[in-house]
């Protein structure tokens, strides 16, 4: 059981780095495949940032698997891929979870001014149930079968991060009342720390919960944020850990002090996801 929530602690993390991506991506270009080869030029030395239909796996061409010119990462739905030299145009393939293969037709150049960052790319499937959340467009209606956790905490992240426009509805995925109200200081480290932690929102997939809540650092000096300080229930038995909970991470790990001087850097995301509502576990009543 130790071994399986740890495993959980990882995937929730991991969820939640896929929703730190999209927080940025304020800008997005959008493409829709249809078994044309996407023509792609990147930017040497900047970082190109892509969102995918799903997760996939990368297969790069000879000229490309020398980490000194091309580096990729594929994790949580996105791509992140950094030209490190100039090269002219090769074939990646990513298989994507449902075994199909989307084609990109690479290539990369030098400028003597590069931006610092450049759009993110989403790329959607051709009669996809949705083109980035606009009205109007959805082709083909919701996908059958309902959200796994990952999916869940990800849809979580981005509704609180992400704009608007780039959260893609869910099957299986409902808001729900969080249940609770007032400062729940205590659920950090039995509530020795001057953190004020309120209930925000809550979605639920399947016998997933997830809630967030907002906390802020009320001390004049930054914290650093340790998720196995969380106690997730402070009626629970013995260790603080009530058997309703499954996992939870912060979106950041370190918070600056109230007088930063910037409002609401102070602030961060906890998610906590449990098998029942929250108000449940976090009132002891769901033995």
């Known amino acids: 059981m130790r071994r399986m929530r740890q495993g959980l602690q990882c995937l929730v993390l991991l969820c939640l780095a896929a929703g730190s991506v999209l927080s940025g991506a304020a800008h997005a270009e959008t ?29 790069l061409p000879p000229a490309l698997t020398n980490p000194n010119v091309f580096r990729t990462l594929v994790t949580g739905g996105a791509a992140y891929w950094t030209a490190l030299e100039p090269f002219d145009t090769q074939r990646v393939q990513l298989r994507l979870e449902s075994g199909e293969f989307l084609l990109f037709d690479v290539s990369a150049r030098t400028l003597k001014q590069p931006p610092a960052t450049v759009d993110t790319l989403q790329v959607v499937l051709a009669g996809s149930e949705t083109f980035l959340g606009e009205p109007g467009l959805n082709a083909g209606g919701p996908l059958p079968g309902e959200a796994n956790l990952f999916e869940l ?84 038995h013995r260790t603080g850990v009530d058997p309703h909970f499954i996992a939870s991470a912060f979106y950041t790990r370190s918070l600056p002090g109230r007088n930063t001087g910037t409002t609401g850097d102070n602030r961060t995301t906890l998610f906590v996801v449990t098998d029942r509502p929250i108000r449940n576990v976090i009132r002891g009543a769901g033995q």
């Open 31 to 59: 493409v829709v495949w249809r078994k044309t080869p996407i023509a792609l030029e990147l930017v040497v030395g900047v970082e190109q940032l892509l969102i995918l239909p799903s997760n996939a796996e990368v297969g």
């Open 153 to 236: 905490l990800r849809y979580a992240a981005q509704s609180i991060y992400a704009p608007q426009r780039l959260i893609a509805p869910l099957p299986g995925v409902k808001k729900v009342p969080v249940g609770l109200a007032g400062n729940q200081g205590r659920l950090y480290d039995a509530g020795r720390h001057p953190l004020v932690i309120q209930p925000y929102q809550a979605w639920s997939a399947g016998d997933f919960f997830v809630t967030a809540f907002v906390v802020t650092n009320e001390a004049s000096h930054p914290v650093a944020l340790d998720n196995r300080k969380v106690m997730h229930t402070p009626n629970a």
